[in-house]
C-alpha cells in the first residue's frame, strides 16, 4: 500500500507540558500536578526535570526535524503563563513558548497547540478549582493571553486534552491530581471543563484570525461483552458514561437524556439538570469547532456490573499476553475505524484529527545501541491503515500524532511506561531514536504504508 495519504495531511508527534518539561524556575507557579506528585503515595516520580525539555527544547526540534514531522502538538503550562492562574502574567513564560514557536517554524514544524493538558494552577485549585465556575473565567483569561502573544504565529488551537480524565480520573477516582474523589465534584468539574472550552473558543477566534479550534476528546469504545440484556444495557451506559457526555454537549446535543435519567437515579444530582448548568451553557459548550481532536488508544468489553469501570483484566506492567500493551491494553485498530466512522455519523465534524495514539513498549538500546521496538512499529502501522480505510470511505480525517515524541513521565506510572518515537534516559538525558521513529519517517516521507 502506498500513496495511501495526500500531501494535506499532518503527521505529528504531541506531548504535554508537565511530562517533559521540567524547570519550574523563570517565575512558573506551582500547578495541582506539582502538588499530587510531591504529596501523593501512588506516584512513583515527579516532573521536577522529567525530560528537561525547558532546557533542551531547541535539540528536540532538532530530532522533530530529523523524524520529518509535520507538525508538533505541545501544551503551554497555565502556570508559566499566569503562575496563580490570574493577575499578573509571566514575562518569561510567554517567552519560552514563543522562542520555542519560532525555532519550530524555522525548521518547518507546524505548531499544534494544547491550552490545557490537566495542570491546573495550583492557587485556583485552593478556591475549589475546576468545581468552581469561577475557573471558567479564569480560563478564558488565560486563553486570551496566550492567543495574543502567540496567534500571530500559532493557528491550530486544541483548547482541552482529554476532560473526561481530568473530571473523572482527577475527581471521581482520586487517581490523578488533584486527588478528589466524589462524582458530584466530578460531574461539576466536568461541566466547567466543557464550558471552558466553548467559551475560549470564541475568545480564540476573536483573536486569532483564521485560526482552526477544536478539543482533543478521548474515548472508550466498547461493546458488551455478551448479548445477554444485562451485557448490552451495562455497555450502552457505558458508553454515554465514557464518550457520550463530553461528544454530545460539543456538538450541541446537550448532555444524553439516558445518563442524566441514570444519574438522577443514582443520587448524583437533583432536579432535570445539574445546578451547576445554568442558561445558556449548553449553548455556550457548542460553540462552532473546526475539528474535533480525538485521542484513541483501546477498546473494552463490558459486563454487567462493570459499567462505570474500565478495567481490562490484563495488569500493566513487562511482558504483556499477545495483543495487548504494556499498559494492559488490548491492542484493537479495528475499533479505531468504527469509532470514527460512527463519529461521522452522529456529529458530522467538518474535520477529525486523531490528536493521540500510540502504545507502551521499554524496548530500549541493545548492545548495539539500537531500540528496536517492532511492537510499536506494528501497533502504529495498523491503527495507520485504520485511519486509512475511514478516510476511503468518506470519513474526514485530516492529519495524525503519535502519542509520544519523547519517552516522558506517564503520570502516576512514571518512567516506567514508554510511549515515545524517541528513548530518553531519565538519568542522563540522552535521547535515541527508535526504530519506530526511523519507520515513521519513511511514512511520512512517502505519505504511505508499506504493506
Known amino acids: 500500500m502506498s500513496e495511501v495519504f495526500p500531501k494535506s495531511f499532518v503527521f505529528g508527534a504531541g506531548t504535554s507540558a508537565y511530562q517533559i518539561e521540567g524547570g519550574r524556575t523563570d517565575g512558573k507557579g506551582e500547578s495541582i500536578w506539582d502538588r499530587f506528585a510531591h504529596t501523593s503515595p501512588t506516584m512513583a516520580e515527579t516532573g521536577d526535570i522529567a525530560c528537561d525539555h525547558y ?13 520529518g514531522l509535520d507538525a508538533y502538538r505541545f501544551s503551554v503550562a497555565w502556570t508559566r503563563i499566569l503562575p496563580d492562574g490570574v493577575g499578573a502574567v509571566n514575562p ?24 490545557y493538558h490537566w495542570d491546573l494552577p495550583q492557587a485556583l485549585e485552593d478556591r475549589g478549582g475546576w468545581t468552581e465556575r469561577s475557573t471558567v473565567d479564569a480560563f478564558v483569561r488565560y ?30 477516582d482520586g487517581v490523578f491530581a488533584p486527588g478528589r474523589s466524589s462524582w458530584p465534584e466530578a460531574l461539576s468539574a466536568a461541566h466547567h471543563l466543557l464550558l471552558s472550552h466553548g467559551r475560549a473558543t470564541e475568545a480564540i477566534r476573536i483573536r486569532v484570525p483564521g485560526a482552526r479550534i477544536g478539543p482533543a476528546l478521548d474515548c472508550r ?41 441514570a444519574y438522577r437515579a443514582r443520587g448524583r444530582f437533583e ?46 506492567g513487562p511482558n504483556p499476553p499477545e495483543g495487548h500493551t504494556e499498559m494492559g491494553w488490548p491492542i484493537t485498530p479495528n475499533a479505531l475505524s468504527e469509532f470514527l466512522t460512527r463519529i461521522q455519523g452522529d456529529y458530522s465534524p467538518p474535520s477529525i484529527v486523531i490528536t493521540e495514539n500510540g502504545a507502551s513498549f521499554s524496548d530500549g538500546p541493545d548492545e548495539d545501541g539500537v531500540a528496536r521496538d517492532q511492537r510499536r512499529i506494528d501497533y502504529l502501522r495498523e491503527h495507520l491503515a485504520a485511519v486509512a480505510r475511514v478516510r476511503e470511505s468518506g470519513v474526514p480525517v485530516d492529519g495524525y500524532f503519535v502519542w509520544s515524541l519523547l519517552d516522558n513521565l506517564e503520570w502516576v506510572a512514571g518512567f516506567s511506561q514508554r510511549f515515545g518515537l524517541v528513548w530518553v534516559d531519565h538519568d542522563t538525558q540522552e535521547r535515541i531514536v527508535k526504530q519506530s521513529g526511523r519507520w515513521y519517517t519513511d511514512v511520512i516521507s512517502r505519505r504511505g504504508l508499506d504493506t
Not at 504565529?153 to 486534552?161: D, L, S
Open 221 to 261: 469504545p466498547s461493546y458488551p461483552a455478551s448479548q445477554s440484556a444485562e451485557d448490552i444495557a451495562a455497555n450502552r451506559h457505558f458508553d454515554g458514561f465514557r464518550n457520550r457526555w463530553f461528544f454530545d454537549p460539543v456538538f450541541g446535543k446537550g448532555y444524553p437524556a439516558d445518563i442524566l435519567d
Open 271 to 316: 432536579g432535570d439538570l445539574p445546578d451547576f448548568v445554568l442558561d445558556g451553557d449548553l449553548v455556550a459548550i457548542a460553540a462552532p469547532i473546526d475539528f474535533l481532536g480525538v485521542n484513541y488508544y483501546t477498546s473494552l468489553a463490558i459486563s454487567a456490573g462493570a459499567d462505570e469501570t474500565e478495567d481490562t483484566g490484563v495488569p500493566a
Open 55 to 67: 532546557n533542551r527544547f531547541r535539540d528536540d526540534i532538532g530530532l522533530m526535524a530529523e523524524l
Open 92 to 115: 518569561a513564560g510567554l517567552e519560552f513558548y514563543s522562542n520555542l514557536v519560532d525555532a519550530l517554524l524555522e525548521h518547518g514544524i507546524e505548531p499544534w497547540l494544547t491550552l
Open 143 to 172: 486563553a486570551e493571553v496566550v492567543a495574543d502573544a502567540l496567534g500571530d504565529r500559532v493557528k491550530h488551537w486544541i483548547t482541552h486534552n482529554e476532560p473526561w480524565v481530568a473530571a473523572m480520573v482527577g475527581h471521581r
